[in-house]
C-alpha cells in the first residue's frame, strides 16, 4: 500500500500524531519483524517514531529485566514477578513514553500489559487484578491501539525453534512469563504444557472489554509482507 498517493501520507502523519501503538501476541508471532517494518515506513514518511520495549526500555527497566532474565522464576512469587512487571513499565513510561507523546512522537512498543494479562492471566492470575494494577503503574497511558499478532501454538513453536513435545518439560525454571523475554536462554524458559500455551493465545484473543484502548486482531501466519499491509490497513481506518 503506497501511503504517499492523494495526499494520504499527511493524513496518516496527522492521525498519528502523539499516539501509543503496541505489538503483542504468542511467543513467534513476528511482533518484533512488523514493529521494524512499521517504523522503517513511517520513518520514510517523515513520521517521528519512538520505539519501547516492555520489560525494559530505560536504564532502570533494564535493570528489572535483568532480574526476570536471570533469576529462577519458580522461585518468584508471581505477586512479586508481577509487580516487576508493572515497575518497569511505569518507568517505561514516565521516561520514555509520555515524553515522546507530549512532543506529537509515535510511540510503537513491543509488548505491553496485554502481555501480563495473557501469559499471567494464563497461569491464574485474575486479569481484572493486572487491570486494575497496571492503572496504578501508568495512569492513563495506555495504549491508544494494540496490535495483537495471531498465530497458532505450533507455529509459533516452530519459528521459535521449539518442538511441541517440549512443552511442560521441566526445565531450568518454571516461571509465569519467561517466554515474554524474547532473548531469555532457551534452557531458562519456563517449561509449561502446551494447554498453558494455548489459554495464552486464547486469552490474547479475548482481551476483557474493559481492556484500555482499541485492540485489533492481525492473523500472523501470513508473509511478513502481507503482514504488515494489513497492519497498514487497519491504521488508515482505525478511529483514535
Not at 502523519?13 to 503496541?22: A, E, P, R, S, Y
Not at 532502570?60 to 513499565?89: P, Q, W, Y
Not at 524474547?182 to 482481551?207: N, Q
Amino acid at each position: 500500500m503506497d501511503l504517499a498517493q492523494e495526499g494520504s501520507t499527511l493524513t496518516l502523519k496527522d492521525k498519528l500524531t502523539g499516539k501509543f501503538i503496541v505489538f503483542d501476541g504468542p511467543d513467534g508471532s513476528g511482533k518484533g519483524t512488523q514493529i521494524r517494518m512499521l517504523t522503517d515506513m513511517l520513518t520514510a514518511q517523515g513520521i517521528d517514531v519512538v520505539r519501547g520495549i516492555d520489560p525494559g526500555g530505560t536504564e532502570i527497566g533494564d535493570r528489572i529485566r535483568a532480574v526476570l532474565l536471570k533469576h529462577d522464576l519458580a522461585k518468584m512469587d508471581v505477586r512479586c514477578e508481577t509487580l516487576l512487571f508493572m515497575a518497569s513499565r511505569a518507568q517505561l513510561v514516565g521516561e520514555v513514553v509520555e515524553p515522546a507523546l507530549k512532543a506529537g512522537r509515535v510511540v510503537l512498543c513491543d509488548r505491553f500489559i496485554s502481555a501480563t494479562c495473557a501469559y499471567q492471566g494464563a497461569a491464574g492470575y485474575e486479569v481484572a487484578r493486572i487491570i486494575q494494577l497496571g492503572s496504578f503503574a501508568v495512569g492513563r497511558t495506555w495504549p491508544d491501539l494494540t496490535f495483537i499478532i495471531d498465530v497458532p501454538v505450533e507455529e509459533g513453536f516452530r519459528r521459535t525453534g521449539r518442538k511441541s513435545h517440549h512443552a511442560g518439560q521441566r526445565r531450568k525454571s518454571d516461571g509465569q512469563q519467561g517466554l515474554l523475554l524474547d532473548d531469555i536462554e532457551p534452557d531458562a524458559m519456563e517449561a509449561r504444557p502446551i494447554d498453558y500455551h494455548r489459554k495464552v493465545r486464547e486469552l490474547f484473543l479475548h482481551l476483557p472489554t474493559d481492556y484500555p484502548g482499541q485492540i485489533e486482531v492481525i492473523d500472523g501466519t501470513r508473509s511478513p509482507q502481507d503482514v504488515h499491509a494489513s497492519i497498514v490497513e487497519r491504521l488508515t481506518r482505525v478511529h483514535f
